[in-house]
């Protein structure tokens, strides 16, 4: 062989570069419609369940929350109701709130000083609950909000007079104690019988006050109760 026609045969049994790749070269170089199409179904399932988890948790703390305000606003507002009552007299009472009915109504006078060792007297007060004004007592959630007669705790001072004041202290009140049906039996076992979501029992110079209110929290029908006792003073 001349070295003409070594040289030429060296170059035709050399490799091109403009050669396809090997079919190995070409799988490790990208993928496939296949696997493209698996690659992004587990995507969608794997954001598909991190968006349900961040909404289910939005949702329970969205639910505790208003749990808790409810709790808050019980307390605070029965806080209230004990520091106008504190200072009251006994014999300023109306109806007398003894068991073992009690009573869902409290007219009171708060002591407001005293004249030779005898206690002065404000104007008459009242606490008592009050039908929704967007409710009827039918056993039916008239205004859609979740509540069934739902009731309102009211103060008036001076009630029955032209110059009346009245405020809404509190919405939502549940027309029975919790654990209450009309039955004329001590169902939730306190000693009142069919007591109303407001209750004031006097035994002694000691005032209980009981109160429970309500929301629909996400569809559900939640109760909160709050009871204290107070010692009247006068
Ligand atoms: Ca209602
Ligand atoms: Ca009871
Ligand atoms: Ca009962």
């Known amino acids: 062989m001349s070295f003409l026609n070594y040289q030429r045969a060296r170059l035709a049994s050399a490799p091109s570069s403009m050669e396809s790749p090997s079919p190995s070269l070409r799988k490790r170089g990208g993928f496939t419609l296949l696997e493209l199409a698996v690659s992004m179904a587990i995507l969608g399932v794997v954001v598909g369940g991190l968006v349900m988890a961040v909404r289910g948790s939005n949702s329970a703390f969205q639910y505790e929350n208003s749990r808790g305000s409810l709790a808050q606003n019980s307390h605070r507002i029965v806080s209230r109701m004990a520091s106008y009552l504190a200072s009251s007299g006994t014999g300023t009472f109306a109806p007398a709130p003894v068991g073992p009915l009690g009573s869902q109504t409290l007219d009171f006078r708060r002591c407001t000083g005293s004249a030779g060792g005898v206690p002065v007297f404000g104007p008459l007060e009242r606490f ?72 004031f029992v006097l035994e002694g110079e000691l005032l209980t006050l009981r109160m429970t209110m309500q929301a629909s929290i996400q569809g559900q029908l939640t109760q909160r109760t709050v009871e204290t006792s107070i010692r009247i003073q006068n």
Do not use: C, H, K, Y
């Open 128 to 199: 008592t609950m009050q039908l929704d004004a967007s409710e009827a007592a039918d056993g039916i959630d008239n205004d859609g909000d979740g509540l069934v007669d739902e009731n309102d705790l009211v103060w008036i001072e001076n009630p029955g007079d032209a110059d009346a004041r009245t405020s809404i202290w509190a919405t939502g009140l549940s027309p029975f104690l919790a654990g209450e049906t009309d039955n004329d039996a001590d169902d939730n076992g306190n000693g009142l019988v069919d007591e109303a979501g407001l209750s």
